[in-house]
Structure formats: structure tokens, C-alpha cells
């Protein structure tokens, strides 16, 4: 409440974290969602994505400046803001307050678990394994029923507080503004949410059926 | 819904009456204070039923021979209320879990025992009345006023387009009752965020027409500490709030225009 502030350093931070969600951080989920989906053309249609996108020019730059350094602010000033927070859905179990406490739960998740899959996956390729990771280090580590169970709720923790972070970076920046369109709003990212989630599962069940559960679904019901 | 003025004999008012003694009663349960330093503790109060009760009428019996459920007289339960219409915001005080207006909530529609505690987002005074010197300094820090005093006659102001004035009217409704701030998952009694009232009056004021001049130092000031980058769009505020303002649309314009403001100054665009 001191009347001196340093102007608008800690709003300067609020926006970026807000800003970072959205852009790299949330479109490199969308493109690294597509470029995995090749997993659904199984192991040899995934091994040579992930040779071609390890060839691109600038990629260590790329990694650093556009994924590392990004997610890591949104993570550590992420934590920073949640840990201010005193979440009260016990006694206001409004849709949007329970939304809001899921988004801080989904966020804490969400980092544990891209630490996790990174460090398991592009580090260890770079730095132990020596060579790209194959479709084959992925079905390995994904046999252990724990490494799968981190991964399924990786995926939805990851795929929600995008969708509904969406939504919250709408009204912070005042691009949606009146309650009707608020709310509209709210319906399409939790229609967004259900899509990526899908489409995250079914990569994931690319690598541990042998088959995109999509694909599998398809041909019971379709008939193949 | 259906009435509040019904017979105390028929027994089909809402809210389950725990009385052993065959009448009814309204139990009351205060979680007390006697001073800003001092530990809570909590009391019980039973009263006869009467109906058309709310929850100030009540602490107002209790204070006519205030002894607790057991017989034991106590000092009359503090509180703070002015209008008993809902439009001074005094009595705010969470009841039942909820934060409101004790004069509004009425003791036919609540479930008993009724619980009142003080709204733990401010600093308690005593029992139920809490200060809310923080929201009257943030009024204060963000110019929430139209500047008019000069040394001289400034004639008659503006015409105003009577749809945005009716539009301001319900910003103006805001009685400063700091529902807003306690329902906020974003608030402690301890950081600095503003909350929903404070923003609402920045948009009230800086769609005004004369209000308008000071708009640059109304969103400065909510850029600094504890100012709308703290609001986390829990929405609470807007379910809350007694006078039904649309927050979470002030909260979303103030955004805005604070994002234009500081694209403005750190760009030049």
C-alpha cells in the first residue's frame, strides 16, 4: 500500500508470465503435439521427425532462448504467484473458482512433470545417450505403469492450464471484456481442453499399443 | 423464499431447528475477539424463534440480555452497521461461511446453528467489526473522485450520453462493504492487492467525462504494487458482490486499458 512503487516492474513480470503462457510456451505444445503425432505412423515415421527436427538450423538457440529460458520464468515466478494464493472453493465453489484452483494445482503438475520429461528425454538423448531418442526409448520408459501414470496426468495437467490459461490471458489483456462473452469464452477452452487432452492421450497410446487408441476405436467401431 | 412474516406455530420455515425444548429457536454461533492482538475464541447464543429475523436483529437481542447457551453472561457481541438496508456496506461479515450483509441475511433462509465470523481479509477490531481502512486508502491511492475544485466558477460539466451514465450507475452502487476483497483467493490480510471495488471505481471514474482527466494517474496507480496484475480471474467477486456490479467486466475494460497504457510508455506505441 506504499504510495512509491517502482513503476510497474512487478506488472511489467505479471504480463510477461501471462504473455509467455501463450506464446512460446503454449505454441510449442501445439507443435510439439503435431510433430508427435507421428508416433501414430509408428516407430519409423516418428524416429525421422524427431532426426529432421534435430537438424534445424538455429535448434540450440531455439531451445535455449524460446523453450528453456521461457518456461522456466513461467514456471519459477508461476510458483511465486501461486505460493501468494489462499484458494477458498470450500466455501465459494463457484465454477471459475474451482477453474482458478485447478489452474495453480494443473500448474505445479505441469512443471514437475516437463522437468521430468525433459530431463528424461532431450537431455538424456543430448548428453548420455549421444544419438536422437527413438521410438523405442519411448516405449521403454513408458512400460514402467509409473512413468505412464506421471505422463497421463503430465498430459492433462498440461493440456488444462493452457486451455484455461487461455482464458485468463483473454481477460487480464482485456480482449474479451463483457461477462457474456467471458463466459462463451470459458465453454470453447474447456472444449479446447477436452481436444488436446484427446489428442495427448492418443500420441501416448501411439507409443504404448503400438496403435493410436483413435485409430484402434475407429476400426472396432467402424469396422475394419 | 416464500415469506418472512409466517407463524411462529407451523413450523415449516426453513432451516433445521435443533431446539430440545419443544419451541423453536434460533442458535447462534459468534466467533468472538476482544481486541486486534487478542486469541479468538467461540460462543454460542440461543434465542426464542421470532419470525422476520436477520442477523443484526438478532445480535440486537442478544445485546438486550446477552448471556450465552449456557446461562453465563458475557460482554454483547461487537458489531458495525449503519443503514440496515444493504446500502452502506457496514455489517459485512461471513455468515455461514459466506461473506455478506448481516442485515439482508435473513435468519428464515439460513441454516442452523448460524455461524458469524468477522471478515478475516481485514484486520478485526472486535468480534464482527473489522477495519476497512485499506480499501478507503486504495480509494484514496487511485483518485476515485472527479476532480473539480479550482479558483474559479468551471460552469456546468459535460453532457453525458444517458446510456453510459446508466451504466455508471451501477459502478456507482459500490458501498466499499469489502465482500469483493474477503470472497478473493488473491487477498490476505496481509499483501496489497486492491481488489474488484477499487478497480470497478478506476473504470467508473475514467469513463466519466470530467473524471477522465486524471485516467493516466488512476491506471499508473493500479500498475504498481498490488495494483490489477494481482487479480487472477477467480471470479469470486462478481458472484459475490451484494449490489450485483459486473467486476469481473471492470476488471476485464481496466485490463485493457492498462495494457494500452503500458504499451504506451515502454513502447511508445
Given amino acids: ?224 | 423464499m416464500s415469506d418472512n412474516a409466517g407463524h411462529s406455530s407451523n413450523g415449516h420455515h426453513a432451516g433445521s431447528v435443533g431446539a430440545s425444548s419443544g419451541s423453536r429457536k434460533i442458535r447462534v454461533k459468534v466467533r468472538r475477539q476482544d481486541g486486534p492482538d487478542t486469541l479468538p475464541y467461540w460462543q454460542e447464543f440461543e434465542l426464542p424463534y421470532a419470525p422476520g429475523h436477520n442477523v443484526l436483529s438478532v445480535l440486537m437481542e442478544i445485546r438486550k440480555n446477552p448471556v450465552d447457551i449456557t446461562g453465563t453472561p458475557v460482554e454483547p457481541v461487537v458489531w458495525e452497521s449503519n443503514c440496515l438496508e444493504e446500502v452502506c456496506g457496514a455489517c459485512s461479515m461471513v455468515i455461514n461461511g459466506r461473506a455478506r450483509q448481516g442485515c439482508t441475511a435473513l435468519i428464515d433462509k439460513l441454516e442452523q446453528p448460524i455461524v458469524l465470523e468477522p471478515m478475516n481479509k481485514f484486520p478485526v477490531l472486535r468480534d464482527l467489526a473489522v477495519d476497512r481502512t485499506r480499501m478507503f486508502d486504495n480509494l484514496k491511492r487511485v483518485k476515485a473522485w472527479v476532480a473539480i475544485d479550482g479558483s474559479y466558477a468551471l460552469g456546468p460539466g459535460p453532457k453525458q450520453d444517458p446510456a453510459e451514465a446508466l451504466e455508471r450507475y451501477k459502478m456507482s452502487t459500490c458501498m466499499s462493504c469489502g465482500v469483493c476483497l474477503q470472497v478473493c483467493p488473491q487477498v490476505s490480510v496481509d499483501n496489497s492487492f486492491v481488489g474488484a471495488a477499487i478497480i470497478n471505481q478506476v473504470r467508473l471514474f475514467n469513463s466519466h467525462p470530467t473524471g477522465a482527466y486524471q485516467s493516466g494517474e488512476r491506471l499508473d496507480a493500479l500498475m504498481g504494487e498490488g495494483g490489477i496484475a494481482d487479480c487472477g480471474n477467480a471470479q469470486n467477486c462478481v458472484q459475490a458482490c451484494p449490489k450485483k456490479i459486473p467486476l469481473s467486466e471492470s476488471i476485464a475494460e481496466v485490463g485493457f486499458d492498462v495494457t494500452k497504457r503500458a504499451l504506451r510508455k515502454f513502447l511508445g506505441a
Fill in chain 1, 1 to 224: 500500500m506504499t504510495e512509491k512503487v517502482e513503476t510497474g516492474w512487478y506488472f511489467l513480470l505479471r504480463r510477461l508470465h501471462s504473455l509467455t503462457g501463450i506464446v512460446p510456451i503454449g505454441g510449442f505444445l501445439l507443435f510439439h503435439f503435431f510433430e508427435n503425432a507421428s508416433a501414430r505412423h509408428g516407430a519409423e515415421a516418428f524416429n525421422q521427425t524427431v532426426l529432421k527436427i534435430s537438424e534445424m538450423p538455429y535448434i540450440y538457440v531455439m531451445e535455449v532462448a524460446v523453450l528453456l529460458l521461457p518456461i522456466l520464468f513461467h514456471a519459477v515466478f508461476g510458483l511465486f504467484i501461486t505460493a501468494s494464493s489462499r484458494p477458498n472453493v470450500a466455501n465459494y465453489g463457484y465454477a471459475r473458482n474451482w477453474a482458478y484452483f485447478f489452474q495453480r494445482v494443473s500448474g505445479i503438475i505441469a512443471f514437475a512433470y516437463i522437468a521430468v520429461h525433459v530431463l528424461t528425454t532431450r537431455a538424456w538423448a543430448l548428453f548420455i545417450k549421444g544419438s536422437a531418442i527413438t521410438f523405442a526409448d519411448m516405449q521403454s520408459m513408458l512400460n514402467r505403469p509409473a512413468v505412464l501414470s506421471l505422463y497421463v496426468l503430465g498430459i492433462i495437467a498440461v493440456t488444462y492450464h493452457f486451455s484455461n490459461g487461455l482464458w485468463s490471458f483473454s481477460i487480464t489483456w482485456g480482449l474479451v471484456r463483457t461477462a457474456e462473452g467471458q463466459r462463451r469464452l470459458a465453454a470453447a477452452t474447456m472444449g479446447l481442453f477436452a481436444i488436446l487432452c484427446a489428442v495427448g492421450l492418443d500420441i501416448l497410446s501411439a507409443f504404448v499399443l503400438n496403435q493410436s487408441m483413435f485409430a484402434r476405436l475407429a476400426s472396432i467401431f467402424l469396422g475394419a
